[in-house]
């Protein structure tokens, strides 16, 4: 389950990564748990970009990038 907050950069969530487009070299990506803790995040080197996130427990996080918010259920 994905839901766009609000849409600069486009992301989207599959089992094991959450991936973006839409996106400048440099972008930083932060991914949040559901309590507001910082989990990981990632510097894109690209206009593309993936975060492997396998290993996370299953509950809710929030990716913010640019502009964006988008909220994950893993």
Excluded at 26 to 54: K, Q
Aim: aromatic fraction near 10%; charge should be neutral.
């Amino acid at each position: 389950d994905i839901e766009n907050i609000t849409s600069a950069i486009n992301c989207w969530y599959d089992s094991n990564k959450v991936y973006f487009t839409n996106a400048y070299a440099g972008t930083m990506v932060r991914i949040y748990d559901i309590n507001g803790r910082l989990i990981t995040h990632v510097v894109l080197g690209g206009n593309t970009g993936s975060v492997d996130v396998a290993n996370l427990p299953e509950g809710v996080y929030m990716v913010k990038a640019m502009n964006s918010v988008t909220k994950f259920v893993k």
